[in-house]
């Protein structure tokens, strides 16, 4: 007997942040927002992943106000986030206060569901946020960061599925943000988990290598519970499978998603006209709309390859590409095998380049690459070469919980902040982004000394009032 397979929209978090860099404001996804509502997906993914920092650095808008205005636009559907555990949103390893003050927040001002992961797949990274998000009354989804390689066995899926479901998670993701799984590993690997654990299983991937769709098709039926999809204009290349498609695929099957393709259709009228946009811009590159099969071959993200790119053209190097390619794999396996996405692909790119032209394997370490070294990423899922770890100084090397070496610093950044702080989440926005928040709050201000608040018009800013 079969089920209604569930579907999470995400043209407005990792649809636009794979195909147009995460630049959309607000008032080019806002007439679509009520509509989209009445759909029925299982949840929208709106919020986290690199909306927040593009919204202060790129939008000048407040990703709280964002937030709040989503939720007012969309009282009927989930809204989901994306949280890379201990890292929340920012770069670094935050205290255990801020962590769970950031999730009490997000909660507070609308999100529903919280997808949280860590780069090394090291769930002692992830507990802080998981237990704050069943302490807030939210859906605590824990992703599992899929990659293929020598460690990644069905025994250590299984085992990481294990501990998520004893972590008190409501749900697992498997996340491939590289696009590497194929139809048959999906299969194999939904079957073991429906077999292991009681929860949901959710499966989110990227068109990158081509394969997706099929993927998402073997998926359903070997049982997964909801996929990760992106409507039309917003999908393909580096972004997911289409809505429309996948829905239109299992109609009238038994894993039926019951879905209106006459809504979704409404709904890609409208974002047709944003990615026409887009593209005129020269916002949206045609390079992340096609399929590059580099990354089944060097396990590389797009995002990454674009990154290889562009560091080795500000280097006048663009004819080593090749050559930093098949470094990857092998820097990769030097540190210990991890899953190559935020940070750890550009930790692992940037010691490629850095070997290749260097002329010389590890002459220079990234300050990056030695605190990976050093365990302050977390635990890798094997031991790095013994060779490299040779390179830094071995008595500050820790194994515990890089977390459990951090003070409190929630009152000192409220501190930090002082005058600038016009709401209480203004102290996480500082907290995450620093110099850049700063930089945006004096904008903020000099905006409000200028124009009544009353005055702004909100459907093209996103201040809040």
Known sequence: MGKKLKIMET???????????????????????????EVGYEAIEC??????????????EDPW?????????????????????????????????????????????????IRIFDALNDLRNVETAVKAT?????????????????????????????????????????????????????????AMLKETVDIPIQLHT????????????????????????????????????????MVETFKGTEYDTGLDISKLEKIAAHFQTIRDKDLKSGLMNTKVL?????????????????????QLKDQNAEDKYLEVLQEVPRVRNDLGMPPLVTPSSQIVGTQAVLNVLMGER???LSKETQEILKGKYGSTPMPMNPDVLAKIDQSQRITC????????????????????????????????????????????????????????????KAYPV
């Open 11 to 37: 043209a407005i978090r990792d649809g636009q942040q794979s195909l147009i860099a995460t630049r959309m404001p607000f008032e080019d996804m806002e007439p679509a927002l009520a509509l989209m509502d």
């Open 47 to 60: 919020w986290g992943g690199a909306t927040f920092d593009s919204c202060i650095r790129f939008l000048d």
């Open 65 to 113: 106000e964002r937030l709040r205005k989503l939720r007012a636009a969309m009282p009927n559907t989930q809204l989901q986030m994306l949280l890379r555990g201990q890292n929340l949103l920012g770069y670094r390893h935050y205290s255990d206060d801020v962590v769970d003050y950031f999730v009490k927040k997000s909660i507070d001002n609308g999100i529903d569901r």
């Open 134 to 190: 069943k302490a807030y009354g939210a859906h605590a989804q824990v992703a599992m960061s899929y990659t293929i390689g020598e460690p990644y066995t069905p025994e250590y899926w299984k085992g990481r599925a294990l501990r998520i479901q004893e972590l008190g998670a409501d749900s697992i993701c498997i996340k491939d943000m590289a696009g590497l799984m194929v139809p048959n590993a999906a299969g194999e690997m939904i």
């Open 206 to 245: 990227h068109c990158t290598s081509g394969v997706a769709p099929i993927t998402y098709y073997v998926a359903a039926h070997a049982g997964v519970d909801i996929i990760d999809t992106a409507i039309s204009p917003f999908s393909g290349g580096t972004s997911q499978p289409s809505t429309e498609v």
């Open 290 to 310: 096609g399929t590059d099969i580099k990354t089944l071959i060097y396990q590389v993200p797009g995002g990454m390859l674009s990154n290889l790119v562009s």
């Open 362 to 364: 590890y002459k220079v």
């Open 401 to 460: 919980r890089p977390a459990d070496l951090l003070e409190p610093e929630l009152e000192k950044l409220t501190a930090e902040v002082g005058d600038y702080k016009e709401q209480d989440e203004d102290v996480l926005t500082y907290a995450l982004f620093g110099q850049v928040a700063l930089d945006y709050f004096k904008r903020r201000a000099a905006l409000r000394s200028k124009v009544d608040p009353g005055s702004i018009d909100m459907k093209n």
